[in-house]
């Protein structure tokens, strides 16, 4: 009689608890759904919701795009916020603040 390739485990028997387990509890959350479920306007924009945030984002479809445009725009920022602040330090040393 040949060998079997693999040893079969015994059954586990499970509780009863595990085989037939209580209904979900009715927590506010699931109400909720249930009623933007059961209007069809309100599951439609839940719908949409779902779609736009799935959506793929500028940055993930031209990262080399948004990584180029957003170190142009952190640099005009830094500058402008340097060259504001060297102003206002010019005008208070001028005494016209």
Do not use: K
Not at 38 to 58: E, G, I, K, N
Not at 68 to 90: D, E, K, P, Q, R
């Amino acid at each position: 009689m040949p060998n079997p390739s693999h040893q079969h485990r015994p059954r586990v028997d499970l509780p009863d608890w595990m085989r037939n387990p209580e209904p979900p509890r009715r927590t506010p959350g699931r109400r909720l759904s249930d009623l933007v479920d059961s209007v069809p306007r309100l599951h439609a924009a839940r719908r949409r919701l779902w779609a736009w945030r799935d959506r793929s984002r500028f940055g993930e479809r031209h990262p080399v795009v948004a990584a180029i445009g957003s170190f142009v725009f952190v640099g005009v920022t830094a500058t402008c916020l340097v060259v504001g602040t060297l102003y206002l330090l010019y005008q208070i040393r001028r005494g016209a603040v």
